[in-house]
Each structure stands twice: as C-alpha cells, then as structure tokens.
C-alpha cells in the first residue's frame, strides 16, 4: 500500500504540540520543508513547524495562500467537524479526555462495573464449556457402543 498522507495544500492536520494542541487545522502554503502556514476556522493562521503535526486523511479543495474565508467556506463545504468527529481518532481522544477527568470514586465505580461484567462472562464461558465435555463424552459413548470397545 503507499502512502497517501502528503504534506500538501488544503491537508487537514492535527496539532499535536505546543500551546495550539488539540486543534484541527488546514495546510495554507508550505514555507520551507520544516514548516508551513496554517490556517483553520478556530485557529489564528500563523507558521507552524511540521514535527508538531499529525495529518490526516481529510482535505480540503483551497488554493495556494488561501485567505481565512475561503479556507472556512472551503472546511464547511468539505464538513470536516462532521468528518472528524466520526473518526477512530477523535473517539479514542475523546475516550482519552473522559477517563483522564474521571474522579476517584468514578474511577472505583468502573472497575466494579468491569468486576462484575467478566463475572458474568466467566459463568457463561463455564457454562459453555461444560456444555462442550458432557456433548463430547456423549460422543466418546455413543461411539464406543458402536465399535463394540471401551
């Protein structure tokens, strides 16, 4: 399989480090090979080194040196927020997000939650699993009488 994330014009990216963290932006132009300028509709455009970015999947159709209005029209025409918001990625985030405002006592809460959910499903594997033993020893017999063996 290739590789198809390039950094390129209208590449939506994940800010990953520094005081922008968190945000979702679009690449605007490309500067020098560490850098590029960015651009997004709750993002303030300005020059952001690449290591601090993780692309996406997702572009959007914007010329080179877009202006902010056309990179939002662009972004809302695309439904990035929508895209976004139903990928893998952001759910893990958010999932990360919760646990990590989890109290105390939530945190106790859930693990008595998991206590008791692979309770149940033990009994059930157990169930099953004599389930199994007592239909093969039917087997074992049944082929045994036939075979006139022990």
């Not at 405002?101 to 939530?106: A, H, I, Q, R, T």
Request: positive net charge; glycine residues 6%; charged residues 30%.
């Amino acid at each position: 399989m290739t590789y198809t994330k390039f950094v390129e014009i209208g590449r939506v990216a994940f800010v990953a480090f520094g005081p922008e963290q968190g945000k979702l932006i679009a690449i605007v132009d490309i500067i020098d090979q560490n850098r590029v300028l960015a651009d997004g509709p709750n993002f303030r455009r300005q020059a952001l080194n690449l290591k601090t970015l993780y692309l996406t999947k997702f572009t959007i159709r914007i010329q080179h040196s877009a202006r902010a209005a056309s990179v939002k029209a662009a972004w809302a025409k695309a439904e990035i927020d929508k895209k976004w918001a139903e990928s893998g990625w952001a759910k893990r985030l958010a999932a990360k997000k919760a646990r990590t405002s989890l109290s105390d006592f939530d945190r106790f809460k859930l693990m008595k939650a998991k206590q008791t959910r692979n309770r149940l499903i033990a009994l059930e594997v157990g169930k099953l699993r004599i389930k199994t033993r007592k239909a093969n020893a039917v087997a074992k017999k049944s082929g045994a009488k036939k075979t006139g063996k022990k």
